[in-house]
């Protein structure tokens, strides 16, 4: 049936602030669904309380709530906006407890707002552990044997019954947290209470556990007429036993026999079809028995859900655009095919290449973490690699995770002790597919890899292709040895130019130059959805070895833009919201814009936001590559973070232009000792500092500037390894850890500014002017890093003439860097004296932040001035009614033993808006006895 028309606005819930288990995937959901139902003519309101995102931008939705998502302020929206219909199922597990509890409250009858795409009875059927395991057997369907548990006593009932191993699964949670396996009756007790706890009804479904079964996730799509069509099959290279957010995943399925596929699509589908009331995108989860093909469902999730977003990027089909025009009365068949323009949108996506996604930890951030992999997520972000096989998507992906590999191994960084490697095949952490590599170069059968970790025998094979071309490359000494078609295959089997140099003992460049000369070079492949069956006019590409090219080069001029990579703690969402304004900007300057990312879960990674988007590791060979091809006018280094900045010196040594702030302005600005001399210049009042290359030197730096003093390596992002310390032991430590991790890194030592106060700013400098976008103030004191630090916008008890004197030192240093586009220096005060504490010549975590309490298109202006417009040609009209409050989230309940204590190293995984009249407001208050608690201890 066409639309209903009896919608004529739609409020569409946020998934909140980011924490491990609902990130970035659900801005990208949202933002779609947003754009869809707008397409139809819909008016859309959304609420979220995250700041960072395109989701809450003014382009995204005709009205947006930040607001902190509970039903009083569902019901305050309800009241302001005539809203016809609530979609939920875009917000992950947040939305739609919330949709449920303001259902419960009677707030959708009150106001006479029905839920489209999922009603509430579908959504307990699917949330409710006894009644999915019911329904699924009613159906003819398999599940594990399984009781369900309300009280410690049900539960050791439960247990009794079933029997060890098992498997506890709270009901209504996100990310499995409180869930677990139990592996022996002594631990029974203290998981139990875990998974009671953590679920919102305190009720947990206790399973017989399937460990080493094979798991699967499809994709799909149903219409209001029982129509269904699978986007895509995910198979989990990880078995049964790893969250599926922490397993390396890999489309289309690639050890799944037919016949276990046409049951499980059978299986799936009428599943998805005795639902109910139901209209979009929906996730299903299986377990199959490798020995016998035996299925069983484990859960289905009756919204769009993470996996969503990969199987989105993975096809080019975009799950939630379709699934809004569902919820709002189309049918499939009813819709084109949003990537061919001419065929339907009721299709199969046929894939002629293969993803494997890998998922980015940060353990590192969470000192006496378990980094045991289970089922309770832990990663905070991930990454997708497209190659044409198997291993080139791999090592592709090993290449994103933005931690230091070239690829699968082969780059310095691989074990050599057995005993070492093939205990951390059986106890699963976040670096076992590095470790099965390592095993099978020592000669440890794959049988015995197989019983260790269940991995599939045909991806084992397929890592030992690795090992065995590996002792071939051994045979040749120097790079114009190597011959074509063995260099050929090397290239087409995902390795880098890096791993090619560490086995031959040459270096990057010769391997380089001897590939050139062969003529091998990167084609462009296009991600169409039906394997080019049809006509696809989609701007989206990967690269391979091929011989045709899909990536047609217009005679436009030409602009870059370098995504962030990974999602993790210091580097998040904030900055695909960054590059996100910055396409639309060059866009609008008349550039074509191309984005360069590697993360399935963002939006600037979305088929239709750029002019053209190459899926491709954030990594030196893959980008230089692409300018090769596209011959831009420069690259976006400062909206990609970190990430995008570390490149930009190898963009300065090759001669390609960067637009905005030049690279030796930014290597001034991060060299933490070269930016204190020139803070000296400035007359700049800064912390007295030294820097070291051993810990002897450090020591004696230590004791010139007086401890208690802060330690820290140059270049690193969220203040890693950041520590503050108060005497010769401590510091010796400490240096010793920075050396073992980062040899190559200098310390630093500076004076550490005891209860001072924090405060930073965000600017842009078009070279003559500069413009002061917000002072924020931070609540805790200096000590805390800034991004753990809950802060004010503008500042609230600061004096006029520390901001005087904040205002000039910013204005000092945008010039004497020749900052062209955006800026953000970091303040500590003491006795009223500013002091300099770091300068990021690059959008910050602040950035949208500012942008949303001000209403003020901050990026668009900056990237525009990067292009050359100077800041006199915008009118900038701040709007801010009292206080905007940045609050810090942690996702620490993740790791039940981890240090909580808040220092220099940042460790909150979001952050949510809160806006205020006045400083009399609870919020600010309950935060302001927290760091007088802080500061009394």
Excluded at 201 to 230: C, F, P, Q
Excluded at 339 to 349: D, G, M, Q, V
Excluded at 382 to 398: D, P, S, T, W
Excluded at 860 to 870: D, F, Q, R, Y
């Amino acid at each position: 049936m066409p639309k209903d028309n009896s919608i004529k606005s739609v409020l569409i819930i946020g998934s909140g602030p980011i924490i491990i288990g609902q990130a970035c995937e659900f801005d990208y959901s949202g933002s779609q669904a947003s754009r869809s139902l707008r397409e139809e003519g819909i008016e859309v309101t959304l609420i979220n309380s995250n700041p960072a995102t395109i989701m809450t931008d003014p382009l995204t939705a005709d009205h947006i709530y930040l607001l902190p998502l509970e039903v009083a302020s569902i019901e305050k929206i309800l009241q302001e906006r005539e809203i016809d219909a609530v979609l939920a199922t875009m917000g992950g597990q947040t939305a739609l407890n919330l949709a449920i509890e303001a259902g419960k409250q009677g707030i959708w009858d009150k106001y006479n707002v029905k839920l489209i795409g999922v009603d509430i009875d579908a959504i307990d059927l699917a949330e409710n552990r006894e009644r999915f395991k019911e329904h699924v057997i009613s159906i003819g369907m398999s599940h594990a044997p399984s009781r369900i548990a309300n009280s410690f006593l049900e539960g050791k009932e439960a247990a009794q019954e079933i029997g060890f191993p098992l498997v506890i699964r709270p009901s209504f949670t996100l990310g499995g947290t409180g869930g677990g396996f139990v592996m022996k009756p002594e631990e029974f007790d203290a998981a139990l209470r875990r998974g009671l706890d953590a679920s919102p009804t305190h009720e947990v479904m206790i399973d017989k556990a399937v460990l080493g079964w094979k798991e699967y996730e499809l994709e799909l799509l149903r219409d209001a007429n029982d129509n269904v069509t699978i986007i895509c099959t995910v198979e989990n290279m990880d078995p049964m036993g790893i969250h599926t957010g922490d397993s390396i995943t890999v489309a289309p399925a690639m050890t799944l026999s037919d016949t276990a596929y046409q049951q499980m699509r059978n299986d799936a589908i009428k599943l998805m079809r005795s639902m109910g009331k139901f209209a979009g995108g929906c996730n299903v989860q299986f377990a199959l028995n490798p020995e016998t093909e035996e299925l069983i469902c484990i859960e289905i999730n009756p919204r769009v859900s993470r996996s969503s977003a990969l199987a989105s990027k993975a096809t080019g089909y975009p799950i939630a655009k379709i699934a809004a025009k569902l919820a709002i009365g189309y049918n499939l068949d009813e819709l084109k095919n949003q990537i061919t323009k001419t065929t339907s949108a009721y299709f199969e996506p046929t894939l002629d290449y293969v993803i494997v996604k890998m998922p980015r930890w940060n353990f590192e951030k969470f000192y006496g973490s378990d980094n045991t992999l289970g089922l309770q997520m832990k990663s905070v972000g991930e990454v997708m690699g497209i190659g044409r096989n198997f291993l080139e998507a791999l090592q592709k992906a090993c290449q994103s995770q933005e931690n230091n590999r070239a690829g699968l191994g082969a780059d310095m960084k691989e074990w050599i002790k057995t005993e070492d490697i093939l205990e951390r095949l059986e106890k699963v952490s976040d670096d076992r597919v590095y470790r099965v590599k390592d095993a099978l170069r020592l000669g440890v059968p794959s049988k015995t890899v197989h019983k260790l970790t269940q991995i599939d025998p045909w991806y084992i094979a397929q890592i030992k292709r690795l090992v065995q071309i590996e002792k071939d490359i051994l045979q040749f000494n120097v790079a114009e040895d190597l011959p074509e078609a063995f260099f050929r295959q090397l290239k087409v089997l995902g390795y880098s130019d890096a791993q090619i140099a560490w086995l031959m003992r040459i270096t990057e460049d010769e391997v380089t130059k001897r590939r050139y000369e062969l003529g091998i070079r990167r084609t462009y492949k296009m991600v169409d959805t039906c394997a080019a069956e049809f006509e696809a006019q989609t701007p989206y590409f990967y690269s391979t070895f091929d011989s045709e090219n899909e990536s047609i080069v217009s005679d436009k001029k030409k602009i870059i833009v370098l995504g962030s990579g990974p999602n993790r703690i210091g580097q998040g969402i904030e900055f695909d919201y960054c590059c996100v304004h910055g396409i639309m900007a060059i866009k609008e300057a008349g550039y074509e814009a191309i984005m360069i990312n590697c993360n399935p879960e963002t939006v600037s990674t979305d088929f239709d936001i750029a002019d053209k988007l190459y899926f491709e590791p954030i990594f030196w060979e893959h980008i230089k590559e692409i300018i090769d091809h596209e011959k831009p006018e420069g690259v976006i280094v400062q909206l990609g973070g970190q990430t995008a900045l570390k490149l930009a010196e190898k963009f300065h040594q090759h001669g390609i232009k960067i637009i905005g702030t030049d690279f030796l302005s930014m290597d001034l600005a991060e060299d933490r000792g070269r930016f204190s001399d020139q803070l000296k210049k400035l007359d700049i009042p800064y912390p007295r500092y030294g820097a070291a290359v051993d810990t002897d030197q450090a020591i004696e730096i230590a004791n010139e500037v007086t401890y208690p003093v802060l330690v820290r390596p140059s270049y690193v992002l969220g203040g890693q390894r950041m520590r503050i310390v108060i005497n010769d032991d401590e510091l010796e430590r400490q240096v010793l850890s920075i050396f073992k991790h980062m040899p190559n890194n200098k310390v630093l030592i500076d004076q550490f500014l005891e209860r001072a106060k924090e405060a930073e700013i965000d600017a842009i400098c078009d070279g003559e002017d500069v413009h002061i976008m917000g002072i924020m103030e931070h609540i805790e004191p200096a000590g805390i890093h800034s991004g753990d630090s809950s802060a004010v916008l503008p500042t609230y008890s600061l004096s006029d003439a520390v901001i005087e004197q904040m205002v000039e030192h910013t204005r000092k240093l945008a010039f004497s860097l020749n900052i062209k586009g955006l800026i953000n220096i970091q303040f500590a005060i003491k006795d009223e004296k500013v002091y300099v504490i770091e300068a990021n010549p690059r959008a910050s975590r602040t950035t949208p932040f500012i942008a949303k309490a001000y209403q003020v298109p901050f990026l668009k202006i900056a990237t525009m001035v990067m292009l050359g417009s100077k800041l006199s040609e915008f009118e900038i009209n701040k709007k801010l009614d009292g206080y905007a409050i940045k609050i810090p989230v942690f996702s620490f309940s993740k790791f039940p033993n981890v240090d909580k204590q808040l220092g220099p190293e940042m460790k909150s995984t979001g952050e949510a808006i809160h806006f205020i009249k006045d400083l009399t407001d609870p919020v600010f208050l309950e935060i302001e006895r927290q760091r007088y608690m802080y500061l009394t201890r």
